[in-house]
C-alpha cells in the first residue's frame, strides 16, 4: 500500500514538475530552465544526504557496469524531452504518452532482462492491459 501510494505521489510531482519547468522555459531557454531544475534538485539531494546518511560515496563510484551511472545525464532529457512535450501538446497528452511510453519501456526491460533486471515471461494480461492504455490515449484526443 505503502508502495502504491508513494507512486501516485510520483506521478503528480512528475506532472507538477513538467507544468512548472515549461512555464519557466517560456522566461528563459531550456537549457538554462533544466541546468537550474538539476542544480536544485543537486541541492536538496545534498541537503538529504547530510541530514540523513552522511556516508561517502565509494559505493557509488564503485558500480558495474559504468553505464548505470548515466542516470543523471538521461534525467537531463527527460526534463528536456517533458518540456517539449508539454508546451507542444499540453499537459494532459503529454503526460498521457509519456505514461504510456514508461510503461511499454519498462515492461521490455522486464521481458528481456535488460540492465541487470530479472527477467520475466510475458503476460497476456499485462499486454492486453499496454493495449487499453494506447486506447485510452486514442480515445482522449479524439476530437
Not at 506532472?15 to 536544485?40: D, P, R
Not at 563510484?61 to 553505464?67: E, G, T
Not at 508539454?86 to 511510453?101: E, N, Q, T, Y
Request: hydrophobic letters at 55%; glycine letters at 10%; one cysteine or more.
Amino acid at each position: 500500500m505503502v508502495g502504491f501510494l508513494i507512486a501516485i505521489v510520483s506521478g503528480i510531482l512528475m506532472s507538477l514538475q513538467g507544468v512548472f519547468n515549461t512555464e519557466v522555459t517560456k522566461n528563459s531557454t531550456i537549457w538554462s530552465s533544466s541546468a537550474f531544475v538539476h542544480f536544485t534538485a543537486l541541492l536538496v539531494c545534498l541537503a538529504a544526504w547530510l541530514l540523513t546518511e552522511r556516508t561517502g560515496f565509494s559505493g557509488v563510484l564503485s558500480v558495474r557496469p559504468r553505464y548505470l551511472l548515466t542516470g543523471g545525464a538521461i534525467g537531463a532529457f527527460i526534463t528536456y524531452t517533458v518540456i517539449v512535450s508539454m508546451d507542444k501538446m499540453g499537459p494532459a497528452r503529454a503526460v498521457m504518452f509519456i505514461v504510456v511510453a514508461q510503461v511499454i519501456s519498462a515492461y521490455l526491460i522486464e521481458v528481456f532482462g535488460w540492465f541487470g533486471v530479472e527477467k520475466q515471461p510475458v503476460s497476456m494480461q499485462k499486454v492486453i492491459g499496454m493495449a487499453v492504455a494506447i486506447a485510452g490515449i486514442i480515445l482522449f484526443k479524439w476530437k
